[in-house]
């Protein structure tokens, strides 16, 4: 599947915190329906925001974004096509700048060249990239829930979509959606009893479930093993 990577730059309409934290917590409840992963910088003027994701995804998602009234004069820094994805777990990490003298200050200046932007958003990657053990429960088993749902969706659009398949592909394609039905289960139920699990991440680990199982009864009916 062709990966998408769009950067841009907008001027805020506002400088109130409560701004960031709206913003951050529809994206996360959004962009995972769309394939979609990336961060967002801030500062009390500005924003700088990387999505990366298929086509069609990312599409959907800058749209909403456009219509957005929480910023304005949105100027893209960079589209096309990459190999490699920056926050692959984040459907949208939330970075503020944390003074005139940071590098994120200095991706989010209005003249900053797209190659600097993007040589600031590669370094942060390195730096939240996430140690095991210093992830909570509720989130490691997201985090897990995703790679799951990414390959389920991977096996839907690459596979699926297509009108004719081997038998033996079919079985194989069959025997790792099972597999991958019953880690996202016991994912999911671990996911339920966290006491640290946002209710967004229920629902979003539902729909996980509800994908695989989509893609379970396709394979199932192309097998003849269902009406």
Do not use: K, W, Y
Request: charged share 30%.
């Amino acid at each position: 599947m062709s990966r998408m990577r769009l950067v841009f730059s907008s001027v805020r309409t506002d400088s109130e915190p409560a701004t960031v934290g709206g913003i951050l917590q529809v994206s996360r409840r959004n962009n995972p329906r769309d394939g979609v992963t990336g961060a967002l910088l801030s500062s009390r003027t500005r924003f700088v925001q990387l999505l990366e994701g298929d086509a069609a995804g990312l599409d959907r998602c800058f749209a909403r974004i456009q219509r957005d009234a929480r910023h304005r004069d949105i100027r893209v820094l960079l589209s096309g096509p990459t190999r490699e994805l920056l926050f692959p777990e984040a459907p949208m990490l939330g970075i503020e700048a944390a003074g005139l003298d940071s590098p994120v200050a200095a991706a989010l200046s209005d003249d900053a060249p797209p190659d600097r932007v993007m040589e600031i958003l590669r370094a942060l990657a390195r730096r939240t990239d996430p140690q095991p053990a210093e992830v909570p429960e509720a989130d490691a088993s997201l985090v897990a829930l995703r790679r799951i749902h990414r390959a389920a969706r991977h096996i839907l659009d690459d596979h699926l979509s297509r009108s004719e398949m081997p038998p033996d592909t079919l079985e194989r394609l069959a025997a790792s959606l099972t597999r991958q039905a019953a880690q996202a289960g016991d994912l999911h139920r671990r996911l339920s009893a966290a006491s640290s699990a946002d209710p967004d991440h229920r629902t979003e680990a539902q729909r996980f479930h509800e994908l695989l199982q989509a893609a379970q009864r396709e394979v199932g009916r192309r097998l003849g093993r269902l009406d």
